[in-house]
């Protein structure tokens, strides 16, 4: 059997990463977390903290902000894998001044290539106005068209709405 690829998307505050993790806990596997936050504030640190404990015990946890590929490709089948998430990387990625088309397409290999089950987690962030400066209006676009691109290779996508999953493509495992 082949591996399973789950694009959760939704906004921010949507129920998305909770949905994510209650489909690794319904998984028989071993499950890893590769977290892409950087902790820059004490904000962000709070947030961390919550998601930490909202996981509970039984993850192995991977960090790391914007090379995502060398992790991807140390796992195996007896894994699944919840990578949390996509639009951190994205915004990692643009704020570093990385050609984002290079990432992008480095990171689409990584995801074909992995051999554990993936969860993704990616923001929709196109449903709101239209950003004021320039810097958001590129993050927009770019994050726009990551989904896309995580879309067309997914088995299953679910936009999370209010804690509600709705299954845009395929079928939850």
């Known amino acids: 059997m082949s591996k399973q690829v ?3 998307l939704g906004g921010a505050a949507s129920g998305k990463s909770s949905y ?3 489909i690794c806990f319904n998984s028989a596997k071993r499950r890893t977390y590769l977290a ?4 820059v504030d004490s904000e962000m640190r709070v947030k961390i903290d919550k998601h930490v404990v909202q996981r ?4 192995t946890t991977y960090e790391e902000h914007l090379d995502l ?9 007896s894994q699944i894998c919840l990578l949390d998430c996509a639009t951190m990387w994205l915004s990692n990625q643009l704020l570093a001044g990385n ?3 290079i990432a992008q397409q480095e990171l689409l290999t990584a995801i074909s290539c992995c051999k554990s089950e993936l969860v993704i987690v990616s923001n929709e962030v196109g449903m709101g106005i239209v950003p004021d400066n320039a810097l958001a209006r590129q993050f927009r676009e770019a994050q726009g068209r990551l989904n896309i691109v995580l879309a067309e290779h997914a088995d299953c996508v679910v936009h999370v709405v209010a804690g509600l999953p709705n299954v845009l493509k395929g079928a939850v495992s």
């Open 20 to 22: 994510a993790e209650r």
């Open 99 to 101: 050609n984002l088309q």
């Open 69 to 77: 590929s060398p992790i991807l490709l140390s796992f195996d089948q």
């Open 36 to 39: 892409t936050s950087q902790i």
């Open 6 to 8: 789950t694009l959760i």
């Open 56 to 59: 509970g015990g039984g993850w």
